[in-house]
Protein backbone atom coordinates (compact mmCIF):
# COMPACT_ATOMS: atom_id res chain seq x y z
CA UNK A 1 0.00 0.00 0.00
CA UNK A 2 1.41 3.48 -0.74
CA UNK A 3 2.33 5.45 1.89
CA UNK A 4 0.01 8.15 1.06
CA UNK A 5 -2.95 6.16 1.64
CA UNK A 6 -1.31 3.98 4.71
CA UNK A 7 -3.15 6.50 7.34
CA UNK A 8 -6.24 6.86 5.00
CA UNK A 9 -9.42 6.57 7.49
CA UNK A 10 -11.79 7.44 4.47
CA UNK A 11 -14.30 5.30 4.66
CA UNK A 12 -13.59 3.97 8.43
CA UNK A 13 -16.34 4.08 11.36
CA UNK A 14 -14.63 4.87 14.85
CA UNK A 15 -16.50 4.63 18.20
CA UNK A 16 -14.61 6.80 21.06
CA UNK A 17 -16.00 7.05 24.36
CA UNK A 18 -14.79 10.20 26.60
CA UNK A 19 -15.19 12.16 23.86
CA UNK A 20 -16.01 14.85 25.31
CA UNK A 21 -12.85 16.28 26.24
CA UNK A 22 -9.31 15.45 26.96
CA UNK A 23 -8.03 12.55 25.21
CA UNK A 24 -11.19 11.21 24.01
CA UNK A 25 -11.44 14.12 22.19
CA UNK A 26 -8.25 14.31 20.53
CA UNK A 27 -8.92 11.44 19.85
CA UNK A 28 -11.57 11.98 17.80
CA UNK A 29 -10.58 15.21 16.03
CA UNK A 30 -7.40 13.24 15.20
CA UNK A 31 -9.60 10.45 13.62
CA UNK A 32 -11.99 12.46 11.75
CA UNK A 33 -8.89 14.86 10.51
CA UNK A 34 -7.75 11.68 8.52
CA UNK A 35 -10.88 10.85 7.34
CA UNK A 36 -12.83 8.55 9.69
CA UNK A 37 -17.08 9.56 10.59
CA UNK A 38 -17.74 9.13 14.66
CA UNK A 39 -19.75 7.84 17.20
CA UNK A 40 -18.76 10.10 19.75
CA UNK A 41 -19.76 8.15 23.44
CA UNK A 42 -19.92 10.77 26.63
CA UNK A 43 -21.78 10.85 29.38
CA UNK A 44 -21.98 14.52 28.97
CA UNK A 45 -23.71 14.34 25.99
CA UNK A 46 -23.61 18.15 25.47
CA UNK A 47 -19.63 17.68 25.40
CA UNK A 48 -20.08 15.08 23.14
CA UNK A 49 -22.10 17.38 20.52
CA UNK A 50 -19.39 20.06 20.49
CA UNK A 51 -16.90 17.45 19.65
CA UNK A 52 -19.74 16.28 16.70
CA UNK A 53 -20.29 20.10 15.75
CA UNK A 54 -15.78 20.29 14.93
CA UNK A 55 -15.79 16.81 13.30
CA UNK A 56 -19.16 18.03 10.95
CA UNK A 57 -17.18 21.21 10.00
CA UNK A 58 -14.47 19.24 8.44
CA UNK A 59 -16.82 17.21 6.77
CA UNK A 60 -17.17 14.06 8.55
CA UNK A 61 -20.46 12.53 9.60
CA UNK A 62 -20.61 12.65 13.43
CA UNK A 63 -22.86 11.62 16.01
CA UNK A 64 -23.09 12.27 19.76
CA UNK A 65 -24.16 9.12 22.28
CA UNK A 66 -24.68 10.58 26.35
CA UNK A 67 -23.80 7.24 27.51
CA UNK A 68 -21.98 5.79 30.49
CA UNK A 69 -19.87 3.47 29.91
CA UNK A 70 -20.60 2.19 33.97
CA UNK A 71 -23.93 0.62 32.59
CA UNK A 72 -23.41 -2.39 30.23
CA UNK A 73 -27.15 -1.98 29.21
CA UNK A 74 -26.35 1.41 27.96
CA UNK A 75 -23.77 0.10 26.23
CA UNK A 76 -25.54 -2.54 24.58
CA UNK A 77 -28.02 0.17 23.79
CA UNK A 78 -25.13 2.12 22.14
CA UNK A 79 -23.92 -0.86 19.73
CA UNK A 80 -27.38 -0.97 18.44
CA UNK A 81 -27.46 2.52 18.01
CA UNK A 82 -24.42 2.36 16.07
CA UNK A 83 -25.83 -0.06 14.29
CA UNK A 84 -28.86 1.49 12.74
CA UNK A 85 -26.84 4.70 11.97
CA UNK A 86 -23.07 3.42 10.68
CA UNK A 87 -23.74 -0.06 9.82
CA UNK A 88 -19.98 -0.75 10.54
CA UNK A 89 -17.18 -0.16 13.15
CA UNK A 90 -13.68 -0.10 12.23
CA UNK A 91 -12.29 1.21 15.43
CA UNK A 92 -13.04 1.79 18.88
CA UNK A 93 -10.91 3.81 21.62
CA UNK A 94 -11.89 3.37 24.86
CA UNK A 95 -11.30 6.22 26.56
CA UNK A 96 -14.00 7.37 29.16
CA UNK A 97 -13.73 6.15 32.65
CA UNK A 98 -13.58 7.37 36.17
CA UNK A 99 -12.03 6.27 39.62
CA UNK A 100 -11.89 7.29 43.17
CA UNK A 101 -9.34 7.04 45.22
CA UNK A 102 -8.62 5.74 48.86
CA UNK A 103 -5.82 4.67 50.82
CA UNK A 104 -6.05 0.47 50.52
CA UNK A 105 -6.38 -0.13 54.11
CA UNK A 106 -9.41 1.77 54.19
CA UNK A 107 -11.21 2.69 50.72
CA UNK A 108 -14.77 1.19 50.59
CA UNK A 109 -15.60 -1.66 48.42
CA UNK A 110 -17.78 0.13 46.53
CA UNK A 111 -15.36 2.67 45.47
CA UNK A 112 -13.91 -0.53 44.46
CA UNK A 113 -16.48 -1.46 43.00
CA UNK A 114 -17.33 1.52 41.25
CA UNK A 115 -13.87 2.11 39.74
CA UNK A 116 -13.82 -0.80 37.91
CA UNK A 117 -16.91 -0.83 36.82
CA UNK A 118 -15.85 2.39 35.08
CA UNK A 119 -12.75 1.05 34.11
CA UNK A 120 -12.66 -2.40 34.01
CA UNK A 121 -16.48 -3.63 33.05
CA UNK A 122 -17.33 -0.42 30.85
CA UNK A 123 -13.73 -0.97 28.61
CA UNK A 124 -14.73 -5.03 28.55
CA UNK A 125 -17.79 -4.40 27.38
CA UNK A 126 -17.30 -2.31 24.89
CA UNK A 127 -14.33 -4.59 23.75
CA UNK A 128 -16.95 -7.51 23.62
CA UNK A 129 -19.79 -5.23 21.62
CA UNK A 130 -17.09 -4.28 18.81
CA UNK A 131 -15.38 -7.52 18.87
CA UNK A 132 -18.51 -9.64 17.66
CA UNK A 133 -18.65 -6.79 14.69
CA UNK A 134 -15.16 -7.11 14.03
CA UNK A 135 -14.45 -10.61 13.60
CA UNK A 136 -17.64 -11.00 11.88
CA UNK A 137 -16.05 -8.61 9.47
CA UNK A 138 -13.02 -10.47 10.06
CA UNK A 139 -11.17 -6.77 10.66
CA UNK A 140 -10.79 -4.33 12.73
CA UNK A 141 -8.74 -2.60 15.39
CA UNK A 142 -9.62 -1.36 19.57
CA UNK A 143 -7.15 1.07 21.87
CA UNK A 144 -7.68 0.58 25.50
CA UNK A 145 -6.43 3.64 27.43
CA UNK A 146 -4.70 2.57 30.12
CA UNK A 147 -2.09 3.68 32.50
CA UNK A 148 1.29 3.60 33.88
CA UNK A 149 -0.55 2.23 36.44
CA UNK A 150 -0.95 -0.51 34.55
CA UNK A 151 2.28 -2.06 35.55
CA UNK A 152 3.85 0.37 37.98
CA UNK A 153 2.36 1.43 41.40
CA UNK A 154 0.76 5.49 42.56
CA UNK A 155 0.56 5.41 45.91
CA UNK A 156 -0.98 8.14 46.73
CA UNK A 157 -4.58 6.26 47.52
CA UNK A 158 -4.69 4.89 43.66
CA UNK A 159 -5.40 1.48 44.76
CA UNK A 160 -8.70 0.77 42.92
CA UNK A 161 -6.86 2.76 39.77
CA UNK A 162 -3.96 0.80 39.62
CA UNK A 163 -5.37 -2.77 40.11
CA UNK A 164 -8.37 -1.84 37.38
CA UNK A 165 -5.36 -0.21 34.98
CA UNK A 166 -3.93 -3.84 35.33
CA UNK A 167 -6.66 -5.57 34.84
CA UNK A 168 -6.56 -3.13 31.14
CA UNK A 169 -3.47 -4.37 30.49
CA UNK A 170 -4.39 -7.66 30.65
CA UNK A 171 -7.22 -7.11 29.10
CA UNK A 172 -5.14 -6.16 25.79
CA UNK A 173 -3.25 -9.18 26.33
CA UNK A 174 -5.95 -11.94 26.11
CA UNK A 175 -8.27 -10.00 23.24
CA UNK A 176 -5.21 -9.36 21.47
CA UNK A 177 -4.02 -13.10 21.39
CA UNK A 178 -7.78 -14.27 21.49
CA UNK A 179 -8.46 -11.91 18.33
CA UNK A 180 -5.23 -11.67 15.91
CA UNK A 181 -5.85 -14.55 14.12
CA UNK A 182 -9.36 -13.70 13.14
CA UNK A 183 -8.35 -9.82 12.04
CA UNK A 184 -8.82 -7.59 14.82
CA UNK A 185 -5.95 -5.85 16.79
CA UNK A 186 -6.13 -4.80 20.50
CA UNK A 187 -3.55 -2.54 21.24
CA UNK A 188 -3.59 -0.28 24.66
CA UNK A 189 -1.75 3.17 25.58
CA UNK A 190 -0.66 3.75 28.90
CA UNK A 191 -0.14 7.76 29.57
CA UNK A 192 1.51 9.63 31.94
CA UNK A 193 0.18 12.62 33.45
CA UNK A 194 -1.86 14.41 31.07
CA UNK A 195 -2.92 17.70 31.39
CA UNK A 196 -7.17 17.53 32.63
CA UNK A 197 -9.24 19.60 34.64
CA UNK A 198 -8.83 17.20 37.66
CA UNK A 199 -4.83 16.96 37.38
CA UNK A 200 -4.89 20.70 37.16
CA UNK A 201 -7.34 20.52 40.66
CA UNK A 202 -5.29 18.43 42.35
CA UNK A 203 -1.51 20.03 41.00
CA UNK A 204 -3.48 23.62 42.46
CA UNK A 205 -4.19 21.74 45.99
CA UNK A 206 -1.16 20.03 46.74
CA UNK A 207 1.60 22.65 45.26
CA UNK A 208 4.72 20.25 45.09
CA UNK A 209 3.26 17.36 42.82
CA UNK A 210 3.68 18.94 39.62
CA UNK A 211 7.56 18.90 40.26
CA UNK A 212 7.08 15.55 42.00
CA UNK A 213 5.20 14.61 38.34
CA UNK A 214 7.78 16.64 35.95
CA UNK A 215 10.94 14.93 38.22
CA UNK A 216 9.74 11.75 36.12
CA UNK A 217 9.51 12.47 32.90
CA UNK A 218 12.46 12.75 31.44
CA UNK A 219 10.92 14.91 28.19
CA UNK A 220 10.63 18.10 30.63
CA UNK A 221 6.67 18.58 30.27
CA UNK A 222 3.28 17.10 31.17
CA UNK A 223 1.17 15.38 28.39
CA UNK A 224 -1.22 17.37 26.48
CA UNK A 225 -4.63 15.34 25.03
CA UNK A 226 -3.36 16.19 21.66
CA UNK A 227 -0.54 14.01 22.07
CA UNK A 228 -2.72 11.42 21.79
CA UNK A 229 -3.66 12.25 17.70
CA UNK A 230 -0.73 10.63 15.72
CA UNK A 231 -0.62 7.25 17.66
CA UNK A 232 -4.33 6.83 17.58
CA UNK A 233 -4.15 7.41 13.83
CA UNK A 234 -1.48 5.14 13.60
CA UNK A 235 -2.76 2.36 15.58
CA UNK A 236 -6.54 3.11 13.79
CA UNK A 237 -4.89 2.85 10.13
CA UNK A 238 -2.88 -0.39 7.99
CA UNK A 239 0.41 1.32 9.32
CA UNK A 240 -0.18 -0.58 12.28
CA UNK A 241 -1.41 -3.98 10.51
CA UNK A 242 1.00 -6.36 12.12
CA UNK A 243 0.85 -4.18 15.70
CA UNK A 244 -1.13 -6.00 18.02
CA UNK A 245 -1.12 -6.43 21.72
CA UNK A 246 1.32 -3.87 23.09
CA UNK A 247 1.11 -2.01 25.60
CA UNK A 248 2.90 1.70 24.34
CA UNK A 249 3.55 4.21 26.76
CA UNK A 250 2.97 7.63 26.04
CA UNK A 251 4.60 9.48 28.80
CA UNK A 252 7.89 11.22 28.00
CA UNK A 253 10.08 8.65 28.93
CA UNK A 254 8.62 8.30 32.07
CA UNK A 255 8.55 4.53 31.87
CA UNK A 256 12.03 3.58 30.61
CA UNK A 257 13.91 5.87 33.02
CA UNK A 258 14.79 4.07 36.31
CA UNK A 259 14.46 5.87 39.63
CA UNK A 260 18.33 6.90 40.30
CA UNK A 261 18.58 8.21 36.88
CA UNK A 262 20.01 11.70 35.78
CA UNK A 263 18.05 13.80 33.47
CA UNK A 264 19.77 16.05 31.46
CA UNK A 265 17.31 18.86 29.82
CA UNK A 266 18.46 21.76 27.32
CA UNK A 267 17.05 25.28 27.98
CA UNK A 268 13.98 24.89 25.94
CA UNK A 269 12.83 22.06 27.61
CA UNK A 270 8.92 23.67 29.22
CA UNK A 271 8.38 23.04 33.10
CA UNK A 272 11.89 22.61 34.11
CA UNK A 273 11.88 21.44 37.98
CA UNK A 274 14.62 23.91 39.75
CA UNK A 275 16.46 21.81 41.35
CA UNK A 276 20.28 23.25 43.19
CA UNK A 277 21.90 21.23 40.37
CA UNK A 278 19.69 23.15 37.45
CA UNK A 279 18.53 25.72 38.20
CA UNK A 280 19.10 28.88 35.56
CA UNK A 281 21.71 26.69 33.85
CA UNK A 282 21.14 25.43 30.38
CA UNK A 283 22.26 22.26 27.59
CA UNK A 284 23.87 19.85 29.98
CA UNK A 285 22.51 20.64 33.45
CA UNK A 286 21.05 17.37 35.46
CA UNK A 287 18.42 16.67 38.27
CA UNK A 288 18.02 13.82 40.13
CA UNK A 289 15.08 11.64 39.05
CA UNK A 290 12.57 10.83 41.51
CA UNK A 291 9.71 8.25 40.23
CA UNK A 292 6.28 10.30 38.79
CA UNK A 293 3.33 8.34 38.14
CA UNK A 294 0.21 8.50 35.80
N1 LIG B 1 -4.95 12.43 32.20
C1 LIG B 1 -4.07 11.57 32.67
O1 LIG B 1 -3.03 11.96 33.24
C2 LIG B 1 -4.28 10.09 32.50
C3 LIG B 1 -3.17 9.23 32.63
C4 LIG B 1 -3.38 7.86 32.47
C5 LIG B 1 -4.64 7.38 32.19
N2 LIG B 1 -5.69 8.25 32.06
C6 LIG B 1 -7.02 7.70 31.76
O2 LIG B 1 -7.41 8.17 30.49
C7 LIG B 1 -8.83 8.32 30.44
C8 LIG B 1 -9.17 9.72 29.92
O3 LIG B 1 -8.53 10.69 30.70
P1 LIG B 1 -8.58 12.25 30.30
O4 LIG B 1 -7.38 12.88 30.88
O5 LIG B 1 -8.83 12.40 28.84
O6 LIG B 1 -9.84 12.71 31.14
P2 LIG B 1 -10.86 13.95 30.97
O7 LIG B 1 -11.38 14.19 32.33
O8 LIG B 1 -10.21 15.09 30.25
O9 LIG B 1 -11.98 13.38 30.03
C9 LIG B 1 -12.70 12.24 30.40
C10 LIG B 1 -14.00 12.23 29.63
O10 LIG B 1 -14.63 10.98 29.87
C11 LIG B 1 -15.96 11.20 30.29
N3 LIG B 1 -16.33 10.12 31.23
C12 LIG B 1 -15.76 9.83 32.41
N4 LIG B 1 -16.36 8.76 32.96
C13 LIG B 1 -17.32 8.37 32.09
C14 LIG B 1 -18.27 7.32 32.09
N5 LIG B 1 -18.39 6.47 33.10
N6 LIG B 1 -19.08 7.20 31.02
C15 LIG B 1 -18.99 8.06 29.97
N7 LIG B 1 -18.13 9.09 29.93
C16 LIG B 1 -17.30 9.23 30.98
C17 LIG B 1 -15.99 12.57 30.94
O11 LIG B 1 -17.28 13.15 30.88
C18 LIG B 1 -14.97 13.32 30.10
O12 LIG B 1 -15.55 13.93 28.97
C19 LIG B 1 -9.33 8.02 31.85
O13 LIG B 1 -9.78 6.69 31.93
C20 LIG B 1 -8.09 8.18 32.70
O14 LIG B 1 -8.12 7.40 33.87
C21 LIG B 1 -5.52 9.60 32.21
Not at 26 to 50: I, K, S, T
Not at 279 to 293: I, K, L, T, V
Amino acid sequence: MPLATLFDLRGRVAVVSGAASGMGRAMALALGEAGADLLLVDRDGEGAERTATTLRALGRRAEPAGVDVAEPAQIRQLFAQLDRSFGRLDFLGNVAGDARLGPPEQIDLSDVEWTWRNLVYGRFCCCQEAGRRMLAAGRGSIVNIGSLASLTALGRGHIAYSMAMGAVAQMTRELSTEWAGRGVRVNAILPAQVLNSGLEQRMAADPTLRDKFLSGIPAGRLGRPEDIGGLAVFLASDASSWITGALIPMDGGNLAANAGATIRRGSKAEGRVPSPGNQGQGEGSSMPHRPASA
